[in-house]
């Protein structure tokens, strides 16, 4: 089976940087993704990894050990618009099908 | 460029009815996905079509769901007859081909079952 664990709900402060967890036991592994949905609205991709390392994209990055089955996103100089929740989802072997954790729902406070 | 759209953004159902629900994949894209997520759950994986064929419904909860996507454009998924668990967001995404492709999701179908 696959298990994709992640923080329920992260508080943090406008301007800190927060990063959020992300673990998975799955066979065939074959890249992370890192989704944010805005409550209503259509998840839109953040970042996409596959081999170790850490990819930076402007104020977010992500971080991706294939021998730990751990990633992380960055969030730095936090906006109150990043409010939202932060997916993981991870593809298996040749397919694209995405296996989604349950979602880290960040709250941004002034 | 249009983006994934779907009709209709909600639904409000009784049980035992028919519903269908429509995708509209961004164009060009062979790959489309069909997800839900329940009330408190994760968004999980329903079926997987490449152009117009089924490359994987592993995830289609019973034969209740009927998926179709003919010509290899648009896709409906219709539920019938519709139980109150079938209740939750329904999301469609699409890509181009190759692993690790960016799916684009929709903004999804919230159905209720009531």
């Known amino acids: 089976g696959q298990n994709i664990d992640q923080p329920t709900e992260m508080t943090a402060t406008e301007g800190a940087i927060v990063q959020i967890n992300c673990t998975y036991q799955?066979?065939?592994?074959?890249?992370l993704f890192w989704y944010q949905q805005h409550a209503g609205e259509a998840p839109t991709f953040l970042s996409y990894?596959?081999?170790?390392g850490l990819e930076e994209k402007g104020r977010f990055s992500s971080f991706l050990s294939r021998s730990k089955g751990y990633s992380y996103l960055l969030l730095k100089e936090l906006q109150m618009k990043d409010s939202a929740s932060y997916l993981c989802a991870v593809i298996r072997n040749a397919g694209n099908m995405l296996t989604f954790g349950g979602g880290t729902r960040l709250m941004v406070k002034p | 460029e249009a983006g994934v759209t779907q009709f209709p953004s909600h639904s409000v159902i009784e049980k035992g009815q028919t519903v269908t629900l429509r995708c509209d994949p961004i164009s060009g894209h062979d790959n489309l996905y069909w997800y839900r997520r329940v009330m408190g759950k994760e968004i999980k994986f329903l079926l997987h079509?490449?152009?117009?064929?089924?490359?994987?419904e592993s995830g289609m909860p019973n034969n209740r769901f009927l998926a179709e996507r003919t010509g290899g454009t648009y896709s409906t998924l219709k539920v019938q007859p519709a139980e109150l668990e079938d209740s939750g967001v329904y999301f469609c995404?699409?890509?181009?081909?190759?692993?690790?492709?960016?799916?684009?999701f929709g903004q999804g179908t919230r159905l209720t079952v009531v």
């Open positions: 995404a699409s890509s181009q081909e190759g692993t690790g492709s960016e799916a684009f």
């Open positions: 079509f490449v152009k117009e064929s089924k490359q994987d």
């Open positions: 799955t066979s065939g592994f074959n890249g």
């Open positions: 990894n596959v081999l170790d």
